[in-house]
Each structure stands twice: as structure tokens, then as C-alpha cells.
């Protein structure tokens, strides 16, 4: 999920959200004061390091996957896996 950075005029701050890329941003309202006089500025994508995941949470490898093997299958047989 992308980060959005957006400025408040009310407030004179800049905030940061974290959006789906389906929200409205014009209707993105200000953390701070609730104000809408925002301004989108831009967006990156979230890091996957800290702050985002859990500490103690091991990544997620082929190992979590239903089928264990579905990396190793043929593509058409991936595809229907899926
Ligand atoms: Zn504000």
C-alpha cells in the first residue's frame, strides 16, 4: 500500500498517510485539525522494514504457502492453483 504525503494549510503541516490508491485524496482530511484544505504532494512505497511489520514475524517464504510446491509447478499448473 502506497504512502501518501500531503500538507495541510490549516495546520501548516505536512502529514503522511498510509491509503489505498482508491481513496478519493481530495477528500483526504487532516489528522491534526480535520481539515480538507490538503494538498497531495506525493506518494512512495511503504518500506517493508520496521515500523511496518512486525518484529518477530519471520517473511513469508514459499514455506507458508498452501501448497508448498507451487513455486516449482509448470506455469499453466500454477494458474490453476490459483
Ligand atoms: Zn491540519
Redesign the pocket.
Known sequence: MPLYEYY?D??Q?DFTLLQSSQVNKDETQ?P??S?TRVHYKLSTFAPKTKGFSLENKAPVTTKDLPNPNVMNLPIPRLRSEL
Do not use: L, V
Request: aromatic share 0%.
Open positions: 495541510c490549516d495546520c503541516k487532516c491534526d485539525c481539515g
